[in-house]
Nanobody, 127 residues
Framework: QVQLVESGGGLVQPGDSLRISCAASGRPASSYDIAWFRQAPGKERDFVATIDTSGKRTYYADSVQGRFTISKNNAQNTVELQMNDLKPEDTAIYYC????????????????????WGQGTQVTVSS
């Protein structure tokens, strides 16, 4: 089991950039695929982006493709999400999640495919 702690959320204006981070402890973040999900008030938790164990493969939801970048820093045991050109519809609590098993399947975009979750960090985009 891994412990995940998100940080870096905040209030930004439309068009701004923000970088959020997920720190892993208990085992290396490189052990299994890591993903970011987000949940807006009254809505389901949706997939945002994922990165594989090697850090070489990434996959994004259509809504963030070209604006968000997921990356892995194995030296610091973190996974980060760089968010550019933020829009009000990006407002949500952002959660990082880790798979508990390596199956070779990629990408995994469903919440039930991830066994460990952080507590979330709030991102608000508003003028």
């Amino acid at each position: 089991q891994v412990q995940l702690v998100e940080s870096g959320g905040g209030l930004v204006q439309p068009g701004d950039s923000l970088r959020i981070s997920c720190a892993a402890s208990g085992r290396p973040a490189s052990s299994y695929d890591i993903a970011w999900f987000r949940q807006a008030p009254g809505k389901e938790r949706d997939f945002v982006a994922t990165i594989d164990t090697s850090g070489k493969r990434t996959y994004y939801a259509d809504s963030v493709q070209g604006r968000f970048t997921i990356s892995k820093n194995n030296a610091q045991n973190t996974v980060e999400l760089q968010m550019n050109d933020l829009k009000p519809e990006d407002t949500a609590i952002y959660y990082c999640a880790s798979r508990r098993f390596f199956t070779g399947d990629f990408p995994n975009t469903k919440t039930y495919q991830y066994g460990d979750w952080g507590q979330g960090t709030q991102v608000t985009v508003s003028s």
